[in-house]
Each structure stands twice: as structure tokens, then as C-alpha cells.
């Protein structure tokens, strides 16, 4: 079974209400601190190391942009920001960033409108549903060049998650593990080249 029924659909409508408020809130203003600097620093060099020159990255369930505020905008061709959060996105739109745009929308149901030369799901892919994580993951690689890097950082273990990127049309090219600045919590950061 690989669609979403009315009841995941409502589940989804829940969370995003919830994300939303929890936006609103400032929950998630955490994530600019140095406790998680770590793991955006360790994307930022990745892409450095191994996307083609000046790439675009596709940033998915980017939240206010966090990772957009540590990349080098001269490293960087262009920046896309999708987040299902429409707060979180305002929030990004404030920041008013050079060569980039965000958008609201829902991963289960996201289609890229263009090609990216590098795709980053940075503590997000495990938010999709069980049931159509495959098709996500097969729909997102249809818009990631040749050659293109898929990053993706999951905290802790990453169970149930990690074996949707062991398929033929991902080479994996690097794992690692990074920890918090405090030690209290640790991420797997596993990229991929698309074959
Ligand atoms: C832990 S936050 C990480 C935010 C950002 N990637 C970062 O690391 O700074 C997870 C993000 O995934 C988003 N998200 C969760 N489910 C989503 C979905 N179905 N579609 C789009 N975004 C989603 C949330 O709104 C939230 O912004």
C-alpha cells in the first residue's frame, strides 16, 4: 500500500496545525543555537566537498531557512526552501535572503518544479508517513540531476528510515555521525550520489 487514506491525511492536517503553532511559539528558535551548529556546519561542508560548483539546493521541510543562514551565499547558485509550516516559511521570507525562495507545501504530496543540482532533507524525512516515504523519496529523485547529491540528517538511529536511500539509483559516497555541542544528542548525516 503505498497511498495516503483519509485517516493519515487528517493525521498530517493535525501536525501541520501543530508545527504551525509551535512555529508561532518559538519551539523551534533553538535550532539558530550552538547546540545544533554542529550538524548545519557539517551539511555546509558536504556540499562544499561534493556538489558541483555554485549549486541549487532544494532544502525540503526547511523550516525558517536555519540551514540558508550558515551556507556561504557565494558557495551557492541558488537557495528553495519547501516547508508544509506556513509560519515557518513566513519566518524565512523575513529574512529576505539573496538567491532564494521558499514555499509552502506538503512533502507527501510535493513535486520540485525544477531541477537541483543537490536535495537535503535535514531532520525532516522521518515526518513522512510510513506508507509513501518510498514514493517521496522515488518523486524527489526524479528532480535531482544526474550526478546530484542527496544529503540527509537524521538524529539518534534513524530507524525505519535509513534503508529508502539503499536503492540502485543512489550511491552512498559518505556517513557520519555528529554530535551536539553538548554531547546530549547525536546525527546521522548519510549522502548520496544519484547514479
Ligand atoms: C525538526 S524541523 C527541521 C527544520 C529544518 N530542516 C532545520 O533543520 O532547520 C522539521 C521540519 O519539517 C517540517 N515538516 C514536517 N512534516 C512535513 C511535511 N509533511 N511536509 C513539509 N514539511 C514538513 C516541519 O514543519 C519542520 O519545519
Known amino acids: 500500500m503505498n497511498t495516503l487514506n483519509f485517516i493519515d491525511r487528517f493525521h498530517i ?4 496545525i501543530k508545527w504551525n503553532r509551535q512555529y508561532r511559539n518559538g519551539k523551534w ?10 550538524r548545519y556546519a557539517k551539511i555546509s561542508e558536504i556540499i562544499k566537498t561534493y556538489s558541483q560548483e555554485k ?35 513566513e519566518k524565512a521570507l523575513q529574512n529576505k535572503f539573496k538567491n532564494a525562495d ?6 507527501h504530496y510535493y513535486t520540485p518544479a ?7 532533507f535535514n531532520e525532516a524525512f522521518y515526518y513522512i508517513n510510513t ?4 514514493k517521496v523519496v522515488n518523486r524527489i ?3 535531482l540531476k544526474k550526478d546530484g547529491i542527496l544529503i540527509t540528517s537524521i538524529f539518534g538511529e534513524g530507524t525505519g528510515c535509513w ?18 555541542k553538548n554531547g546530549n544528542t547525536s546525527w546521522k548525516i548519510g549522502v548520496y550520489r544519484k547514479t
Open 102 to 107: 521558499f514555499q509552502v507545501a506538503d512533502l
Open 29 to 38: 528558535d533553538y535550532l539558530k543555537t550552538e547546540k545544533e551548529a554542529p
Open 131 to 134: 506508507t509513501v516515504k518510498a
Open 141 to 143: 529523485l526524479s528532480k
Open 55 to 89: 549549486p541549487h539546493v532544494l532544502d525540503l521541510g526547511s523550516g525558517e531557512g536555519v540551514l540558508r543562514m550558515v551556507l556561504d551565499p557565494l558557495d551557492l547558485g541558488y537557495f528553495y526552501g519547501v516547508d508544509f509550516s506556513k509560519v515557518s516559511i
Open 163 to 180: 534503508e529508502y536511500f539503499d536503492i540502485p539509483e543512489l550511491e552512498q559516497i559518505e556517513f557520519s555521525k555528529v554530535d551536539s
Open 13 to 16: 492536517w493535525r501536525k501541520k
Open 114 to 120: 525544477q531541477d537541483f543540482d543537490t536535495i537535503v
